[in-house]
């Protein structure tokens, strides 16, 4: 989840092209907002399953000073700095994170449809970034948007693929071709946007590991599961998309 947050917020900063000091009130805001969903979820799993009141204090505590980051860096660019369009951004990110809450007290937060609404809110940092930096919304807000979230979605069928290896084989069956159909769904996706003049073609060049890594461990079997080894390649090749993502946009 850091990885997508914080690698969403790079690629709109360099989108953007600049260094603006209002970025690092984004980058405070955004920050603030992610902090802010752990004891929020953890207050709300306590209204269903309850908690005890020293835990809820705690919870309710760090959420206070969470928010109140998010208003002070949120104030200060709506008041400040005059940028408006943040307001209904916030506004659709808040609506996300309601239901993302909703899902994690009935404990389907892990499901594709809540990691799919967390994606989308996480990724909402680049074109924050981007609208900041460059004081625009157009097609270029909403490309950086769409591609992170073609991105970091990737991740959710594919380690739910390789996870399912080790389960039932009919899991394992359903969740490879999920992940299959994904990962040549973005690859068409991209060749059209591309062949449309709305990205560059070596852009491609920044989802062609994810795509490799998903239809090679597709078709690839293992002989034991390794979670935190398929955590810190994932960051790897975040950290490779990111670097890509900035070649393939410039």
Same mark, same amino acid.
């Given at each position: 989840?850091?990885?997508? =947050?914080?690698?969403?917020?790079?690629?709109?900063?360099?989108?953007?092209?600049?260094?603006?000091?209002?970025?690092?009130?984004?980058?405070?805001?955004?920050?603030?907002?992610?902090?802010? @969903?752990? *004891?929020?979820?953890?207050?709300?799993?306590?209204?269903? @399953? !309850?908690?005890?009141?020293?835990?809820?204090?705690?919870?309710?505590?760090?959420?206070?000073? %969470?928010?109140?980051?998010?208003?002070?860096?949120?104030?200060? =660019?709506?008041?400040?700095?005059?940028?408006?369009?943040?307001? *209904?951004?916030? /506004?659709?990110?808040?609506?996300?994170? !309601?239901?993302?809450?909703?899902?994690?007290?009935?404990?389907? %937060?892990?499901?594709? *449809?809540? %990691?799919?609404?967390?994606?989308?809110?996480?990724?909402?940092?680049?074109?924050?970034?981007?609208?900041?930096?460059?004081?625009?919304?157009?097609?270029?807000?909403?490309?950086?948007w769409l591609l992170n979230a073609l991105y970091f979605a990737s991740g959710i069928f594919y380690v739910k693929m390789r996870v399912g290896r080790f389960l039932k084989p009919e899991l394992f069956r359903r969740r490879a071709r999920d992940c299959a159909f994904y990962h040549a769904l973005v690859a068409f996706l991209l060749v059209l946007a591309a062949s449309?003049?709305?990205?560059?073609?070596?852009?491609?060049?920044?989802?062609?590991?994810?795509?490799?890594?998903?239809?090679? @461990?597709?078709? @690839?079997?293992? %002989?034991?599961?390794?979670?935190?080894?398929?955590?810190?390649?994932?960051?790897? /090749?975040?950290?490779?998309?990111?670097?890509?993502?900035?070649?393939?946009?410039?």
């Amino acid at each position: 989840a850091w990885a997508i =947050l914080y690698g969403s917020f790079l690629t709109g900063l360099a989108a953007a092209g600049t260094l603006a000091p209002a970025l690092l009130l984004v980058l405070a805001a955004v920050t603030g907002v992610f902090l802010a @969903h752990e *004891p929020l979820a953890k207050l709300a799993r306590s209204l269903k @399953h !309850g908690a005890r009141s020293e835990l809820i204090r705690q919870w309710a505590l760090w959420l206070a000073v %969470e928010i109140a980051i998010v208003i002070i860096a949120g104030a200060l =660019l709506v008041f400040q700095y005059q940028f408006l369009t943040l307001l *209904p951004i916030a /506004f659709f990110v808040a609506v996300l994170l !309601g239901i993302h809450l909703k899902l994690t007290a009935g404990r389907k %937060e892990r499901s594709i *449809p809540g %990691e799919l609404i967390g994606v989308v809110g996480l990724t909402s940092a680049g074109p924050s970034a981007y609208y900041v930096g460059s004081g625009e919304i157009d097609f270029a807000f909403w490309l950086v948007w769409l591609l992170n979230a073609l991105y970091f979605a990737s991740g959710i069928f594919y380690v739910k693929m390789r996870v399912g290896r080790f389960l039932k084989p009919e899991l394992f069956r359903r969740r490879a071709r999920d992940c299959a159909f994904y990962h040549a769904l973005v690859a068409f996706l991209l060749v059209l946007a591309a062949s449309m003049g709305w990205i560059a073609w070596r852009m491609l060049l920044a989802f062609a590991p994810m795509i490799s890594r998903a239809f090679w @461990h597709t078709f @690839h079997a293992e %002989e034991q599961l390794n979670i935190k080894r398929i955590g810190y390649s994932e960051d790897a /090749f975040t950290v490779a998309y990111i670097v890509l993502f900035v070649i393939g946009w410039q």
